[in-house]
Every structure is written in C-alpha cells, then in structure tokens.
C-alpha cells in the first residue's frame, strides 16, 4: 500500500495570524477539502489598547495571541464529530511579520511577566509598527560600509518593520526592559514553540522564511550578521544574537510534537505534529498554488507580491529595492522573492474613517452608526463604478503608510492632487484605488525589469474575494489577466499544506500543494482601452512621486 493510501483520511489544521485575528482551518489532507473554519478576534487589539497611530506605534499583546489559539481550535473542533478528532495528524502556523517580541533566558516575553504586563515595549511589536525608523537607518549605513554587506539579498536596504531595528529600539526604549531582555523572536517561530514547549532561544527551530526575509539570514555569511556587527550597534543585541541558533528550517519540517499541556487544552491528539512557522504572505502563496512562472499576490491591509524562482534560473542575479530574495524561503528548492507595498486595504480603510468621523459626532445610536460605517466603502464602491474611467482629473500616491517597494522609504507620505470644489467622495475613492494599483504596476513593473518571468498572476486576501471593483481596475492597470483563489484561507490552508508535509503524509510540499490545490474561483482580464488610458495616468503617478521624491531613480523610466 502507498504512503498516500495509507495516510487517508488524515486531517490537518492550518492557524493563519492576522493584524486583526486568527483564523484556523481544518483540511482534509487527501483531498484538500476545507472541513471547518473559526476565527477568534484580538480582544485587547480590537478595544484600541497600546496602540499609538500618531507615532505608528501599532502593539500585539501575546495574551491575546494565547487566547485566540484557544479560542478558535476549540471552536474548530466543535464543528466535527467527536471520532474525527484522532485523525488530526499536524498543525501548521502562519503570522505576521516582522512582528517580535522580547523575551527573557526561558524564551519568554516578557509582557507575561508581571513587572511588564501593561508596557507595550515588553509586548509584540506588529509588522506595521514604524517606530523604529532612526534604528533602521543606523543599520543600513553600518551595513552598506562593513565588509559584508548584509542587505544585499534585501534589496540593499534594511526596514524599519524588521527584526534587527525592532529589537535595537527596544532595547534602548527602557533600562527595565534592556536588564531583562536575553532573547528576541519572530511571531511565527514563538508560536510552534509555544505549542512544542521548545521556547528557550537556542532551541527554537528558526523559520527560513523569517529568518531570511526578516533577519539578515543567508548561508553565504554563514548565518545571522556576526557578532562583531551586532556588538557595533548595541553590545546587548549581539548577546541576544549570540543565542540564536545558525540552522534555520524550511516551512515543510516539523519544530516539534506538540506538549502533552498544549494537546490537553486544546482537545488535540498528543502525536500531533507542528510544523515550522511561516510568514503569513509566504504562507498564503503557497496556499494559492505558487510555483515559477507565477506571482501571487496578497490583497490585504498591505499588500505582498510573491515569486519563486529556480536556484540555477536566479543565479547570482541580486534585484535591488525589493524586500528580499531567500533561497527556500517560500518553497524548500528555490529562491522566494517578496515585494509590496505598506498599505493597500489600509488606503480604504483611512478614507472610510475620515468620512465617518461625522457619524462618530452625531450619530448616538451605535446600532445605526456600525450599519452606515459598514456601508461606506460598498456605496463608494457603487458610486464610483458609475464614473468613466477617464472622467477625472484626480491623481494619487499611496503612501499613507510610507512605501515599502520598490526602493523602500518609510518616511514618504500619501498624496491626492487636482482637488476642486466639484470633486466628489466618489471621485477620490477611485482615485485611490487607481493609486493602490499603480503601486502594485510599479513593483510588477521592476520585477520584469530585472528578468523575472511571470506569466500569470493569482490574487488572494480579502479585498480579490470581495471587491469586483478594485479588481477590475487593477487588472486594467496591470494589463494582464489577474485570478482569484478559490479560497477565503489562503494564508491558513497554505499552513496546513506545511504541516502535511512536516507530518510525512506527502514525499514533497510541492505534493501537498498539488494534493490540496484550491483551484480558481474568478479571473480578471483586463480592457483594452482602459489599460491605454491607465498607462498614460501611470506616467502621471510616477511624475507625482518624483516630485515628492526628490528624484526618479525609484521610478520605471519615464
């Protein structure tokens, strides 16, 4: 009998972590078949709390991380029979990043210590937190003038939004802080280890995906950057380095059995296995089905391009002003490349704040005042369809929340130009959607610049499986076809396509990818006269952030 045969009928969980919640998925692993779904949102996220948006001060409290794991497996379960429990055979776990967190000599943060229990630099910093600019800017000029250059599979540059930065600005927020501090770690890898039992910082099985992306980790230097480095910036950091293990994992292993606490708790079998961590957009590419000649791309709060290339296809080819080029990254045997953009679904999200800041005034009755907010952006929607694609004289940046490619500039700011008093809401919600888009042309623009090859794109997140509208305008700024996933769990089924093949119900991921496939519930072709039109108002895009630029080397040639 074959080992397929005779892992049939396993079943296996995917957990995606989200900005806003975690989501957890039960799939049948012979079919791919998606059993159960729950979702557990972020309690002390939701209520506002530790988040300062004026300093782009964004924090995850690790409780709340803690309780929505719980909450969502048990609430999993209870939507099978009681028999089908045991056949569960792994779990795999997605968040986002770089979002980390300090923590002491046992693995632990130390907001769940009770000396740090409120302060939000003891608690998870989110991906989207900018508060360590000045840190970031500190690492890059030491990097671009040391003797390895440790950004050089980062586009040649570091991010604010990144490990290192974070870790630094930590350590020199709060003396308290740094006296306690021995380990720092991505989401994605305190999770399994968590639910292994394996939190002590060198026995953690480090995510290739994070690790590589966010880290500074390569196998050409040997690992993370060396001590020497690290002790340049902050003697504490290279300590905390130190202990990092150079092995890092790629996302079809397995970081461990599950504990017999964990298993308890959450009604689980005791042979479970856990894969190892995987960044959330790497994590739903792999759920959509990527291989090479394909890029998928993540529509979320920000947005995620991803690209998987063949070793000996890549070469030493370095593509600069991305966010990274990883070698197993996303697939074991080859190279991932990641690009994006700061804020995407965040762009509707802001403009659908600032008008309903009327109904916040006056509106008294919740009820009425939640019903209006949820329909603003489908009204939008609708008014704006109405418009001629041409009929505008509105032009518009996207980065409201910097811009994170190409050539990455976190301080950059968002920008709606041609404004008069006949202008509509309406009219700058279009606007804004064509300056999401044109961002993302920009990043599909640079990636075919430097040789990559990309012959179809596969569009998952929330926005591809609810929004026909800005779909339609991106596939008209792009030009090319753009499909849509047929799943609503990409990130979480891209997960629990890692954890079938840490747990060895598959000989490869590519298998479980191929076993488990979602296939594609709607495609996007693009109009040709609008794709005409929408070139000439790119040139207008790329013109408006020369301007706010100071120079046009970011740019595609004008």
Known sequence: MSEMNMNRGSLVIGVDYGTDSCRALLVDADTGKELAVSTSLYKRWNSGLYCDPDRSQYRHHPLDYIESLSEAILAL??????????????????????????????????????????????????????????EAEEINRLAHGWATDYTSFSGGNYSLEWFWAKALHLLRRDP????????????????????????KPEEVRRSRCAAGHKCLWAEQWGGYPSHDFLE?????????????????????????????EWAF??????????????????????????????????????TCDIVVVPVDVMGDRLIPGISGQVHGSVLPEMIGVEAGQSAFGDVYAWYKKLLGWVLDQFEDDPERRRACMDRIIVALSEEAAEIPYDHSGLVSLDWLNGRRNPDPAPDKKGVISGLTLATTAPE???????????????IFEHYKQHGLQIEEIVSVGGISQKSAFVMQILTDVLGVPVKVANTEQAGALGAAMCAAAAAELFPSLAIAQEKMRCGVSREYFPDEERHHYYNR?????????ACQDGASSFFPQL
């Open 428 to 442: 700058i919600f279009k606007s804004l959607v064509e300056a999401t888009a044109f961002g993302s042309k920009a």
């Open 232 to 260: 340049k910036l902050d003697p504490q950091l290279a300590l905390i380095g130190d202990r990092l293990p150079a092995d890092t994992f790629t996302n079809d292993t397995a970081a461990g059995q599950i504990s017999q």
């Open 77 to 134: 379960l209870q939507q099978i029979p009681a028999d089908r429990i045991k056949r569960i055979r792994a779990i795999g776990i997605d968040a986002t990043a770089s979002t980390v967190t300090l923590t002491d000599r046992n693995g632990i943060p130390l907001a769940l210590q009770s000396g740090f229990a409120e302060n939000p630099d003891a608690m998870f910093l989110l991906w989207k937190d900018h508060t360590a600019l000045a």
């Open 176 to 199: 308290a802080i740094r006296e306690e501090a021995c380990g720092i770690i991505e989401l994605c890898d305190w999770l399994p280890a968590l639910l292994t039992g394996s939190q």
């Open 537 to 545: 108002l790119f040139r207008e895009y790329l013109r408006l952030g």
């Open 265 to 302: 708790a959450l009604g689980l079998p005791e042979d479970l296995i856990v894969s190892v961590g995987v960044v959330d957009a790497h994590s739903a590419a792999i759920g959509a089905g990527i291989k090479p000649g394909t890029m998928v791309k993540i529509l979320g709060t920000s």
